[in-house]
């Protein structure tokens, strides 16, 4: 692969994606993060806004099972407006380092946010193996 | 359990939630979802503008797996607002019947597009075991 599809890509600019992880008991979990990417690769970080146990949920599945899901939308209230990409693929956990350094710069050029919440916790990359596009009409 | 952590059932106002799945791979699967919910249960519909392969898997997963996560969030650029309601839980295919109607008919009264779009799918009941609620700020 190289990158997602291309009459997709323009969902990729959204703020928010969903990610699902899935854990030691094969049980999902999802959870609303902020994200950059580049090719067949996704990122995103444990920062200062989710302190949470959900977080170390979303660490422990990784480390359980590294399976990822991850999708990007459009929401409208016209539903010939409707589209969502989604990535499959697998999930490595970078706690520190020049690929953290990297995403973490990135992130702070999408998200003017992360001047005042500090990514604190390690990065989350999702290698994508497959990308699924979907829209109501042709997009 | 009564239903959602009651400061948090506002979040399930919102028109679209997302839908994790895991396939018998141990993989994965997320979508959008138009849902309606009663107490620890959450409804939704395969219908008329989700015909793809996604649905299929959708409902493979459940055979499979029947474990289910769900989630409505509130995105917002003041990350003070940031908020989210996850649910857990089991999910059950319900292919026609008196549950179907009064599900499609609660689907139909939340979204007038269901008028233009019919709901001809089995419905998805998910029955709630655990909810989740995040905020950035007290809600």
């Not at 170390?56 to 990409?85: H, K, M, N």
């Not at 973490?104 to 990065?123: F, N």
């Amino acid at each position: 692969m190289s990158g997602p599809p291309e009459n997709f890509a323009w969902l990729l600019r959204t703020r928010v994606g969903y990610l699902a992880t899935v854990g030691a008991d094969n049980g999902p979990h999802i959870i609303p993060v902020c994200f950059t990417w580049a090719g067949d690769v996704v990122w995103t970080a444990v920062d200062g806004k989710t302190k949470s146990s959900n977080d170390l949920q979303r660490l422990r599945d990784i480390e359980a099972t590294r399976s990822i899901a991850f999708i990007v939308d459009r929401w409208d209230e016209d539903w010939s407006r409707l589209a969502w990409l989604q990535a499959r693929g697998s999930a490595t956990i970078i706690p520190d380092g020049k690929e953290w350094d990297k995403a973490v710069a990135a992130l702070k050029s999408k998200y003017s946010q992360y001047s005042d919440t500090p990514v604190d916790g390690p990065v989350i990359r999702i290698d994508v193996s497959r990308w699924v596009g979907w829209a109501a009409d042709a997009v």
